[in-house]
């Protein structure tokens, strides 16, 4: 039986890492978001906070990406109030634009979150 599975990212890339490696963390978010797509079960949704929401935005280097695993039913949701504090809300290319109390929920219902 598939699991519900969501995942939560909160930075621009893949786990923390310094302001030198940070092409490397974008790089390895979109080596990750690439290995979904080869995977079975998908991830129900993915939802982008703090700075994680540039991830979704024109210019971001993992749109592809993002872009492919949107298409294949994976629903992205991004904070309002994070892109409205980086003045990001008109620059979305991909993904639904949600609250945060929308955001929780997806995650209270999930059966499992992973923190990427």
Known sequence: MAKDVVILVRQEGL???????????????DRFIHALEGQTVKPR???????GVKLACEG????????MICGMGVQIFICRTCLDHY???DKVAVG?????????QTLL???HVITV
């Open 87 to 89: 003045g990001l809300l």
């Open 96 to 104: 639904e634009v949600r609250g945060m109390s929308e955001i929780a």
């Open 109 to 111: 219902e999930a059966d």
């Open 60 to 67: 971001s280097k993992v749109l592809f990406g993002l872009k």
């Open 45 to 51: 949704a993915i939802c982008l906070y703090t700075q």
């Open 15 to 29: 786990g923390s890492v310094g302001a030198t490696d940070a092409q490397f963390g974008l790089d390895m978010f």
